[in-house]
């Protein structure tokens, strides 16, 4: 396995990967505005990219100089187990860290909706060093969204290891 995560724009691609995840991106709409946003400027975009391929992307915004929010973070099915997704996260808080943002937030579907797709979305993001914040019914939904963030290191500051 030789992917890399690279800093690029790719709206197609998106697309492309969000059609092959109905169970969490089963709406057009919603798929569309995330299409928009990887093309859109206040957002970043990194992208895992294998021999050409691009497997997943992030989309991070930055809100605040001090926080950004995970705005979209997704991985083709066929290449789910393989790393991706932590290497995606694990990219974007460097960077971040490196510019000085402290915090990094990500919204997904409240606990208190029962659906084993984003049981799985909710586990992977306390994997990968995320701590559920707040569940608020109504936010960006009808249903529950959870709110969890993760503290970045400042890249600087931070002592290398020993």
């Known amino acids: 396995m030789?992917?890399?995560?690279?800093?690029?724009?790719?709206?197609?691609?998106?697309?492309?990967?969000?059609?092959?995840l109905p169970d969490w991106f089963g709406d057009p709409a919603a798929i569309d505005n995330y299409v928009s946003a990887a093309d859109d400027l206040q957002y970043e975009s990194s992208l895992a990219v294998d021999d050409g391929l691009v497997l997943g992307v992030a989309l991070t915004r930055r809100h605040f100089p001090e926080a950004a929010e995970l705005h979209l973070i997704a991985v083709h099915p066929d290449a789910r187990g393989r790393g991706i997704g932590r290497r995606l996260v694990d990219a974007v808080a460097f960077v971040l860290a490196a510019d000085g943002c402290t915090l990094l937030s990500v919204h997904t579907v409240g606990p208190s909706f029962h659906h084993e797709p984003y049981a799985q979305t909710r586990a992977f993001y306390r994997h990968v060093g995320f701590t559920p914040l707040e569940e608020h019914v109504g936010l960006e939904w009808p249903g529950p969204t959870l709110i969890l963030v993760r503290p970045l290191r400042s890249v600087r500051t931070e002592a290398p290891l020993q």
Request: aromatic share 0%.
């Open 2 to 20: 030789s992917i890399q995560v690279l800093q690029g724009r790719s709206g197609a691609d998106v697309r492309r990967l969000l059609d092959a």
